[in-house]
C-alpha cells in the first residue's frame, strides 16, 4: 500500500521593503541629519543630496587651483553615513575629518577634501570619486552630487546688491549683515545631476534641511530641473526649523519664513514641518546676537497646512572648533538622535 502524499503548505514572508530617504542640502545641518538615520540603515535607503556651489575655506581653494566641482558637502556626507563601528572603521571616518593646522600650502585644508580631489583626478570626475570614497569608507547609502556642471550662487538683495559666490553670500561683510536675500540663483545655469532626479522620483520621503537656507538647500532648489522633480514626486516632503537666523541671509525670520521661501522656490508646498521645543543656551546666544544672529521663531501650527512636529531637539554636545579651520562654525546645533527618531515617526505612520 502506498504512501499517502501530504499536501504542506508554505508560508512565504516578503521581505520588508526599505523606505527610500533623500535628505537635501550640504554643510553640517545634512551631516547631522545623516548621521542619526545612519542608525535606522536596515529600514531605510538613504541618499544624500548635495550642493556643488560651495566656493569657501579648503574645498574653495582646492576648487580655485584644480577646477574641480567642490567637494567639501559631499565629505560631510560621506562621513556622517561611513561604517563606524570597528577600531579601523573610526580611524577611517577621523582621517576623512583631519583638518591640516600647519604646513605652508596644506594649513586650512581638510584631508578628505584633498582625497576626493585626488580620486578626481585619477578617475575624471568627481561622481566616480565619490563612489570610490564611498566604498572606502563603507557608506550606508549613497551621495549624489545635485549638479556635475561647475557654478556658483548668485544672490540678489533687498537694496538690489548682487553678491557671486557662496563664500561672499555666506560671510558677509559686517555692514550687510542687516539685508536679506531677495533672489537666489546660479551662474552659470545647471542641469540637475539624472542620478539625483531618479532618487527624488524613486523616493518615499524628501527632507529638506537643517541647514543655511539659502547656501545649503535652496542652493540645490535651483538647480534647473530640481524643483520639477519635487513638485513630480509622490514622496512625503519634510522641512526642518533651523535654530538660529543667519546674518545677511535670514535675518528677522521666523520658521514660517523659511518655510515659505523654501516652497517659494520648490513651486509646491511642503508635507511636515519638524521644529525644537528646547530653550537654546543664554551665554551661546549671546555669542550669536554679538554677529547679529538670533533664535529663529518657532512656526504656529494654526498657521500652516502642513503637520507640525514641536519636539525637543537640541544637542548638548560641546562643538569644539578644529585648529586650522577658517570657516566659523555653528556652536548651537541639532542633536542627531533626537532629529532622527522624530523623522522615523514619518515614515513608520505610513508603511
Given at each position: ?210 541647514g543655511d537656507l539659502y547656501t545649503s538647500i535652496l542652493a540645490n532648489c535651483v538647480v ?67 554677529e547679529y544672529e538670533f533664535p529663529v521663531v518657532a512656526l504656529d501650527a494654526s498657521q ?48
Open positions: 500500500m502506498g504512501r499517502m502524499s501530504q499536501a504542506i503548505n508554505l508560508k512565504v514572508t516578503e521581505p520588508t521593503k526599505a523606505t527610500k530617504v533623500v535628505v537635501v542640502g550640504g554643510g553640517t545641518g545634512t551631516h547631522t541629519m545623516l548621521r542619526g538615520l545612519k542608525q535606522y540603515h536596515t529600514e531605510v535607503e538613504l541618499t544624500a543630496i548635495v550642493t556643488m556651489a560651495d566656493s569657501g575655506g579648503s574645498t574653495g581653494r582646492l576648487r580655485d587651483e584644480f577646477g574641480c566641482l567642490p567637494v567639501g558637502d559631499a565629505r560631510m556626507a560621506l562621513v556622517a553615513l561611513a561604517a563606524d563601528i570597528e577600531d579601523h572603521e573610526q580611524l577611517v571616518r577621523e582621517l576623512f575629518l583631519y583638518r591640516f593646522a600647519k604646513g605652508n600650502g596644506l594649513s586650512g585644508h581638510n584631508f578628505g577634501n584633498l582625497l576626493l580631489t585626488a580620486l578626481t583626478d585619477i578617475l575624471g570626475n568627481e561622481v566616480a570619486a565619490i563612489e570610490a570614497a564611498s566604498r572606502i569608507l563603507r557608506v550606508r547609502g549613497q551621495v549624489l552630487p545635485v549638479t556635475t556642471d561647475n557654478v556658483h550662487l548668485r544672490a540678489t538683495y533687498d537694496d538690489g546688491l548682487e553678491a557671486v559666490g557662496e563664500s561672499l553670500i555666506d560671510e558677509p561683510p559686517e555692514e550687510r549683515w542687516s539685508h536679506r536675500i531677495h533672489d537666489l540663483g546660479v551662474t552659470p545655469s545647471a542641469v540637475l545631476n539624472p542620478l539625483a532626479a531618479a532618487a527624488l522620483a524613486e523616493a518615499d520621503v524628501i527632507i529638506f534641511g537643517p534647473d530641473g530640481f524643483a520639477e522633480a519635487v513638485q513630480a514626486t509622490a514622496a512625503s516632503t519634510v522641512f526642518v526649523g533651523n535654530l538660529m537666523t543667519k546674518a545677511g541671509q535670514t535675518t528677522g525670520m521666523s520658521t514660517h519664513d523659511h518655510l515659505q521661501e523654501l516652497e517659494r522656490y520648490l513651486g509646491r508646498s511642503v508635507d511636515h514641518v519638524v521644529q525644537n521645543s528646547d530653550a537654546l543656551p543664554e551665554g551661546l546666544i549671546k555669542k550669536y546676537q554679538a500652516v497646512a502642513a503637520t507640525v512636529h514641536t519636539e525637543p531637539l537640541l544637542s548638548h554636545e560641546e562643538v569644539v572648533s578644529t585648529s586650522g579651520d577658517v570657516v566659523r562654525r555653528s556652536l548651537i546645533r541639532h542633536d542627531p538622535v533626537k532629529l532622527a527618531t522624530v523623522i522615523r515617526t514619518l515614515w513608520s505612520a505610513s508603511s
